[in-house]
């Protein structure tokens, strides 16, 4: 049903050829990556901070507001 060709050479090209060149991304790309996560998490944490700080008067009770 299926044919699949295997090359019988694969192994010694995959593990004993030049390794391949390093392709680095522009640090600009690096540092829009970095700025995104960072307000990602402080805008994260400035929801839960503004949620739990709205909500934190119903877990007491009447007298306990004085």
Do not use: C, I, T
């Not at 392709?23 to 995104?36: K, N």
């Amino acid at each position: 049903m299926f044919r699949y060709e295997v090359d019988p050479g694969w192994y010694e090209k995959y593990w004993f050829s030049d390794r391949p060149p390093v392709r680095r991304r522009p640090f600009s790309a690096s540092l829009a990556r970095f700025g995104v996560v960072v307000a990602l998490v402080v805008g994260g944490s400035a929801m839960l901070s503004h949620y739990h700080a709205n909500d934190v008067w119903h877990g007491y009770q009447d007298w306990e507001h004085e």
